[in-house]
């Protein structure tokens, strides 16, 4: 870190000089530039290399949630595949948790107006990292609340001993006005500190309503967050659909469940982020990062979720292959091991690489799903979008001519790296469909669009190589 001090001024200054910003502040990239760029774009547009590889992440190798053999597989299969295109791959190890789901079910037991011998199907899942109940399941009463404090107000007396339901819908205006994101992050919330909040009060288990934009009755998985000083109790998402008929139910009497949730936390295994370079010709110890994550959750095949993004990364380095280019500073691709149930690729890339922090000019991942490209966001100075700038141009004929500024850190396994100061980007795309399929069971193939994923890769690329090539780094 000794030379950070004395290279900031000189950034400052050459940025200046060789950006040449004209009157109107306009970066402008050199014929040669633009040229490359052009024919990225068009290659991406033209190939199916991306798609090939992520129909072979999720047909032949399937769910890679960490610790699977299936999350083993696609490790060795990145891998080779990049070694195939001439790239310098190294598996930078690391140590993943390994829950395995088990046995999911439930059903009302009693509740108001029932058929004699008759129960109520409930369509459940585990949440991901969530504890057991006993093999023969927990029978007990359901509490529904649709927010911590109402959870708070109901207090022990009303909460011990019972299962809590917490019935808070996903805000489907706000995702189809564009912002599924947020919509996400709003009912997210639930997911992962529920179960605690239930615990502290005495609960036995603890369930969500599935976080999700679709209603095809299906539950949605992802992780919950345990307290280190609550006891783990049980933990699932239940379909929006079942959410909604225990909450009726419960509004006329009495709603007892039997869930069943038979998981298991087995011992960390070695796994291993993958990282593969084209050198740079001209500064190689600065790296350019392109990577979605490779593990993925178990109930679907991990298209969207994000079989898409590595994809993309590897469309990335296989275009500029496939072109004969040569990068000035060096394109790395990762992908990253463990972004579902703990972060640990991304946590442990940023540790290992710390010394060199300067050098990694920019981190790009793609964790969004495929949907239509509209261009990228940028978690960087001003000063630093502006010289991407230019890019917007040239995607806008696809669509893809947004270039927006995001005031947090973009996307999770590329977090720790921004958060210690190296610019981030994500390619922007339509996120409407997205949370339809997120961490389900119909998370597969199908719902990436051959096209789509095409422009995605575009930008991403696009991306990369301005950074890789522009005469001067992204200032931070
Ligand atoms: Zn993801």
């Known amino acids: 870190m000794k030379k950070t001090t004395a290279l900031l001024p000189l950034l400052f200054l050459s940025l200046r000089a060789s950006a040449q910003p004209a009157a109107d502040k306009t970066v402008r990239y050199s014929p040669p530039l633009t040229e490359e760029l052009t024919r990225l774009r068009e290659a991406a547009l033209a190939s199916d290399y991306g798609y090939r590889r992520l129909a072979h992440l999720s047909h032949n190798i399937g769910p890679r949630l960490s610790g699977s053999p299936q999350a083993a597989k696609a490790v060795e299969y990145v891998a080779a595949e990049m070694r195939a295109l001439g790239a310098e791959v190294s598996l930078e190890r690391l140590m993943v948790p390994h829950w395995v789901r088990g046995a999911e079910t439930a059903e009302l037991v009693e509740y108001a107006g029932q058929a004699a011998g008759s129960t109520q199907k409930i369509l459940v899942t585990a949440l991901g990292g969530s504890a ?37 819908k996903f805000d489907k205006s706000m995702a189809e006005a564009g912002y599924s994101g947020d919509a996400y992050h709003q009912a997210v919330f639930y997911r992962a500190a529920g179960a605690s909040a239930a615990a502290r009060l005495g609960a036995a288990a603890s369930l969500v309503r599935s976080v999700g934009s679709a209603d095809f009755r299906l539950p949605h998985t992802g992780a919950v967050n345990y307290s280190s000083e609550t006891a783990r109790i049980p933990a699932g998402a239940v379909a929006a659909e079942d959410a909604e008929m225990i909450s009726d139910l419960a509004s006329q009497g009495p709603v007892k469940m039997r869930l069943v949730l038979t998981p298991q936390t087995l011992p960390d295994v070695a796994s291993a982020n993958v990282v593969a370079d084209l050198r740079g ?11 979605g994550h490779l593990d993925s959750w178990d109930l679907g095949t991990g298209s969207i979720d994000d079989g898409a993004g590595v994809a993309m990364a590897m469309q990335t380095l296989q ?53 239509h490209a509209l261009g990228f966001m940028a978690h960087m100075k001003p000063e630093a979008l502006a010289m991407l700038k230019p890019l917007s141009e040239l995607l806008a004929p696809i669509g893809a001519g947004i270039a927006k500024h995001s005031e947090e850190p973009v996307e999770v396994d590329i977090t720790p790296l921004q958060e210690l100061g190296v610019p981030g980007a994500m390619p922007l795309n339509d996120r409407r469909a997205y949370f339809h399929y997120h961490h389900t069971a119909a998370d597969t193939l199908d719902k990436v669009v051959p096209r789509e994923l095409q422009e995605n890769s575009a930008v991403m690329s696009t991306l990369a190589w301005a950074a890789a090539n522009l005469p001067d780094v992204l200032p931070r």
Not at 140 to 164: F, H, P, T
Not at 281 to 291: R, Y
Not at 349 to 366: F, P, T, W
């Open 281 to 291: 010709t001209e500064h190689p110890e600065q790296i350019v990062l392109v990577s």
């Open 319 to 371: 275009l500029i292959k496939r072109l004969g280019l040569k990068p000035k500073r060096t394109v790395r691709l990762v992908a990253w091991m463990n972004e579902e149930n703990g972060n640990r690729g991304g946590e442990t890339y940023a540790r290992d690489h710390n010394d060199g922090l300067m050098n990694q000019i920019l981190a790009i991942e793609s964790d969004n799903g495929a949907g």
């Open 132 to 168: 057991a109940t006993q093999a023969d399941g927990l029978t007990a009463e359901v509490a529904v609340v649709c927010s911590m404090d109402e959870l708070r107000k109901l207090g022990k007396g009303k909460i011990q001993g019972k299962i809590v339901l917490f019935d808070v």
